[in-house]
């Protein structure tokens, strides 16, 4: 086969839960177990640190690789989902996996997956950890896929454990309050592990604290650490910060969520004893270059000023609405679709009313139709025209822009996706 067509098979032999949604999910380690069985348990070969999380698990992952690919390790990133190429989800040092691996793994152990049936998710997770112990990396960045408790990566016994916060996302399996999504996502936490909790609510802080006294663990709340005194935007669309420990930062992703994000990564670096200022300073400053990070708060253009973002839920969407509506621009111009499974209600009540809208919809098939997506922003006071793909709406936006407009790309990850995979 093919690269393409082997990637093709994947998707159409394993149930994917970005295409299909709640089909895809499967409930417990059994698959896992016995594909790390096969394999030998590849991931103890390599150290390990593993983060969890509602938001911004993506950018604290490829960050902190990013730090530790600038200390000179080895370091393997295992994140999803892909924007553009299925093999984002792995890599070495930035690099992805190559075509001819994921083909080589696919054709070789075809006759021992088949039979179990798994989902595309457990079966990625096992050609991750087998690549990485392959190619001898001395850690590994290993980002959940959903949850915590009963994710395939939660095999993995880490040198430390993140979680970055917790909002309502994914209740249909996880919880339909903060408390239980908590319960799920404290399931990383193992005995004598520290963990390090990035964000923490009345409501969920007890949760943390019963797990990892249960577990014998050291706990870290990064918020009462408080590394960050301050940030602010700068010209070049990143983020300065003033900071506790580590003096002041560059930060190369612009998000305003970006603040919380890095205050839990310094907390991190002092728990894995990493101090070196120049080491730091170049993972925030280069984290896109040294990772391939796309997708958060990502420039395309400069004038008119295109950004686009992977928020694509309440919590994210808390710090994006204001970041937005904050630009400085003649017009604002907002590409937009969502996802079946998200409270795009609750969104559309954070989005800007003075914005000119371009409702979309991605290719997923889990995307809620341009149609309904325009009905309900109709609900909410908002004007826009329909588009039946996101390059569509895109082109309209640029279109009708002036030098000095404002275009924002988002709403889902897979909006992004289309985009990128476009342009």
């Known amino acids: ?26 409930e417990g380690l059994q698959n896992t177990l016995a594909m790390d069985e096969h394999f030998g348990h590849p991931h103890r070969q390599y150290k390990t640190i593993h983060i969890a999380g509602t938001n911004g698990k993506g950018s604290c992952s490829h960050t902190l690789a990013a730090i530790l690919q600038a200390k000179g390790l080895k370091v393997g990133l295992y994140t999803s989902p892909h924007l553009v190429d299925f093999r ?24 021992f997956f088949e039979p179990l049936h798994p989902s595309f998710f457990e079966l990625t997770t096992a050609l991750a950890f087998k690549y990485f112990a392959e190619q001898k990396v001395d ?28 909002s309502l996302d994914h209740t249909q399996f996880l919880g339909n309050t903060l408390a239980k999504i908590a319960g799920e996502k404290a399931g990383i936490i193992k005995r004598d592990i520290p963990v390090v909790i990035g964000e923490a609510t009345l409501e969920t802080k007890p949760i943390f604290l019963r ?57 991190v670096l002092k728990y894995l004893n990493i101090n070196s200022i120049e080491d730091i300073s170049e993972g925030f400053d280069k984290v896109s270059e040294l990772t391939g990070l796309m997708g958060r708060w990502q420039q395309l253009k400069s004038h008119p000023q295109v950004i686009c973002d992977t928020g694509h839920n309440v919590g994210g969407w808390q710090y994006l609405a204001p970041q937005i509506k904050a630009q400085r621009c003649r017009t604002l111009r907002i590409v937009f679709g969502m996802v079946d499974d998200k409270d795009i209600d609750t ?9 000119v809208y371009y409702w979309t919809q991605s290719s997923s098939k889990r995307s809620i139709s341009v149609e309904k997506v325009a009905e309900k922003a109709k609900r909410h006071e908002l004007k826009g025209k329909s588009y039946p793909s ?11 822009s002036g030098q000095d407009d404002f275009i924002f790309v988002g709403g889902s990850s897979y909006i992004v996706a289309d985009l990128l995979a476009s342009i």
């Open 1 to 26: 086969m093919t690269y393409e067509e082997t990637v093709q098979y994947l998707y159409d032999s394993t149930p994917v839960f970005e295409h299909v949604g709640a089909s895809a999910y499967k």
């Open 88 to 111: 984002e989800r792995i890599r070495i040092n930035g690099e992805m996996i190559s075509k001819e691996e994921v083909v080589k793994f696919v054709e070789t152990e075809r006759p």
């Open 139 to 166: 850690i590994a960045v290993i980002e959940v896929g959903l949850g915590g408790r009963l994710d395939c990566t939660n095999i993995i016994t880490p040198i430390l454990s993140v979680i970055t916060n917790i």
């Open 211 to 267: 797990k990892a006294e249960e577990m014998n663990a050291p706990v870290c709340f990064a918020e009462e650490e408080q590394e960050v005194i301050s940030s602010k935007p700068t010209a070049n669309g990143g983020r300065d910060y003033q900071t506790r420990s580590f003096g002041t930062l560059h930060g190369e992703l612009g998000g305003l969520y970006q603040e919380k994000n890095t205050n839990t990564i310094l907390c």
């Open 347 to 355: 969104v559309m009540s954070l989005l800007p009313k003075e914005a």
């Open 390 to 400: 996101v390059i569509e709406a895109y082109g309209n936006a640029l279109d009708e």
